[in-house]
């Protein structure tokens, strides 16, 4: 009788053991957040005037967000029936964790008048790396007073979504060019062919290592 005693407590010791490791009804735990609204300047995805000459083409509204503006500086537009090219106007810097693909999106009456070079497309962008934005405008058999474009969307997707070949890090035209890889001025002067945009004073961005053989 007493060995039965025991071993019906052993089971009952090892039921209350089982019952009470992990088993709960409900649980209500506060914790702290911060997540604030941040002006385009500091944002994750921040975007701001490049700090040269054709920076003023660039500003924030009250919001703090990013628009351009062409039209209301001294002068009302661009030249009709012409080529015009505003090299480093605005960067785009990602300062999350992880690498992004950034893509823009252009709305307007003539938006194919206006080109954002590779970041139509999408360009790569580690973290903390910094993309340089120009911008091409073209108006052969536009006229004076035609509205070409009105918005444009930026949309930033983590990892490499943009079907490019070779590494947009390191440039070269999207890494086929490079000169190179002569080591010498991230494919072609950190702007590679004047249009790439990435900003050589960053690493990962300088010297073509990777832009050729």
Do not use: W
Request: aromatic share 6%; with cysteine.
């Amino acid at each position: 009788m007493k060995k039965a005693c025991l071993l019906v407590g052993a089971v009952l010791a090892a039921s209350l053991l089982l019952v009470s490791t992990g088993a709960f009804t409900s649980l209500t735990a506060e914790r702290q957040a911060t997540i604030d609204v941040a002006g385009d300047d500091t944002a994750l995805l921040a975007l701001a005037p490049y700090a040269g000459p054709n920076g003023a083409y660039a500003g924030y509204q009250d919001n703090g967000a990013l628009f351009l503006d062409l039209a209301s500086m001294t002068a009302a537009g661009v030249n009709a029936g012409a080529t015009t090219l505003l090299e480093y106007v605005f960067t785009i810097t990602n300062n999350g964790t992880q690498p992004v693909t950034v893509s823009l999106l252009k709305q307007g009456e003539h938006n194919s008048a206006v080109s954002f070079f590779d970041l139509e497309d999408g360009v790569v962008l580690t973290v903390g790396q910094t993309y340089i934005v120009s911008i091409a405008i073209t108006t052969e058999g536009l006229q004076s007073g035609d509205s070409l474009l009105t918005t444009f969307t930026l949309t930033a997707i983590a990892g490499d979504t943009s079907g490019n070949n070779g590494n947009n890090g390191n440039n070269g035209n999207n890494g086929n060019n490079g000169n190179n890889g002569n080591g010498g001025d991230d494919g072609n002067n950190g702007h590679g062919n004047d249009d790439d945009g990435y900003d050589e004073s960053n690493p990962g961005n300088s010297g073509g290592s990777n832009g050729g053989a």
